[in-house]
């Protein structure tokens, strides 16, 4: 019987059930004087294969310095930064996908959680 992992996104990617999605997971630069890597198993990179829709975190595609509540960012780069410390990647199909609101008042932000059949191709895990 084949794997089926859960994928938590914070922000919405509702990927339809029978896509096929590579699913990335990095470590970033954390604290304020003495920096270290963190893995951030819970903000994947997640690319729709069918459609060829990418769903990230700004990190993925910009160094953040200063962010502003509600700010556009039209400078965000399409592409993922190149200089990223990639920790896991693997390919599968959603056989589930599931949006929600999570939180009340000002404070509510969408959670999209995938159920990923992981693909056996040699070379993902």
């Known amino acids: ?6 994928v938590h996104f ?3 990617a509702p990927i339809p059930v029978g896509h096929e999605v590579e699913v990335r997971t990095f470590s970033r630069e954390e604290g304020l004087f003495s920096k270290t890597l963190e893995h951030k198993a ?3 990179l997640i690319v729709d294969i069918d459609t060829g829709v990418t769903y990230g975190q700004d990190w993925h595609f910009q160094e953040i310095h200063a962010y ?4 556009v960012r039209p400078d965000l780069p399409l592409e993922v930064r190149s200089d990223l410390h990639e920790q896991e990647r693997w390919r599968g199909t959603v056989t589930a996908c599931r949006v929600a609101w999570i939180g009340g008042g000002d404070s509510r932000y969408p959670q999209t959680t995938l159920l990923v059949e992981l693909a056996a191709a ?3 895990r």
């Open 10 to 12: 914070a922000g919405l």
């Open 42 to 44: 819970d903000e994947p």
């Open 68 to 71: 502003v509540s509600g700010e």
């Open 122 to 124: 040699k070379g993902y």
């Open 1 to 6: 019987m084949a794997k089926v992992v859960s």
